[in-house]
């Protein structure tokens, strides 16, 4: 199988959700990192395979495709399909469905918005990320007790979705101290075999 281009930024919890899913399904692939800084990904040649100019981006032999959420879905049904990645059911396959419109909302403006101030100097409220990551918080971690993965009984593109952003939130300045059922999901993520995890970045001092 010719290896599956996943062009990224290293530090990039959309890209890592992406890597950690062609890890775990022992799917071939290679990275190509985008000098963004420079504006790599705003290039005419990258611009033909993700037209918004972001990361990640896959190139599976041709076929491309941007979005981590819809990177997860295809890597899935192309190459694992029925398995428990996706359920079949329509019950839990909504269920994965209401986790990845998490990822894109409450984690993406919550702990990885928070991320983006103090790891890349992005101008947002960091205030207000903080808060609606301990909001997001509290729920996860109730909705984990006595149950250890997000959406079904087994790991799914669900809980994929949602690690990459909350394993790294104490970058962003979230402490996951008070969270003990997230951080015993994290691990079971963790555990997995062939695991990737992301680079870390230097954690704030919390206020």
Same mark, same amino acid.
């Given at each position: 199988?010719t290896p599956i281009?996943?062009?990224? !930024?290293?530090k =990039?919890g959309h890209?890592h959700r992406?890597?950690l899913?062609?890890a775990?399904l022992g799917?071939p692939?290679?990275?190509i990192?985008?000098d963004m800084?420079?504006g790599?990904?705003k290039a005419p040649q990258?611009?033909?395979?993700s037209?918004? /100019?972001?990361?990640?981006?896959?190139d +599976? =032999?041709g076929y491309t495709?941007a979005?981590? !959420?819809a990177?997860?879905v295809?890597l899935v $049904?192309?190459y694992?399909?029925g398995?428990t990645w996706m359920? $079949?059911?329509?019950?839990d396959?909504?269920d994965? $469905?209401?986790?990845?419109t998490?990822?894109? +909302?409450n984690?993406?403006s919550?702990?990885?918005a928070?991320?983006l101030?103090?790891?890349?100097?992005v101008?947002l409220?960091?205030d207000?990320?903080?808060a609606k990551?301990?909001?997001?918080?509290?729920?996860?971690?109730?909705?984990?007790d006595?149950r250890e993965?997000?959406?079904?009984n087994?790991i799914?593109i669900?809980?994929i979705? /949602?690690?990459s952003?909350?394993a790294?939130?104490?970058?962003g /300045?979230? +402490?996951?101290?008070?969270?003990?059922?997230?951080?015993?999901?994290l691990?079971?993520?963790? =555990? $997995?075999? !062939?695991?990737?995890?992301?680079?870390t970045?230097?954690?704030?001092?919390?206020?």
């Open positions: 199988m281009k996943l062009y990224r !930024n290293p =990039s890209c992406a890597e899913l062609l775990l799917l692939y290679e990275t990192d985008l800084t420079n790599a990904h990258f611009l033909k395979i037209s918004f /100019g972001l990361v990640p981006a896959i +599976d =032999s495709l979005d981590s !959420n990177i997860l295809y $049904q192309t694992a399909k398995s359920p $079949q059911d329509p019950k396959a909504a994965v $469905q209401r986790w990845l998490v990822a894109a +909302d984690i993406y919550g702990p990885c928070a991320r101030v103090k790891v890349f100097d101008p409220d960091h207000a990320a903080v990551s301990h909001a997001l918080f509290k729920m996860m971690d109730a909705h984990l006595g993965w997000l959406a079904t087994t799914t669900a809980d979705a /949602g690690y952003y909350i790294h939130a104490p970058e /300045g979230v +402490d996951l101290t008070p969270y003990p059922h997230i951080r015993a999901w691990k079971r993520i963790e =555990s $997995q075999p !062939n695991f990737v995890g992301m680079p970045s230097p954690i704030p001092e919390l206020a």
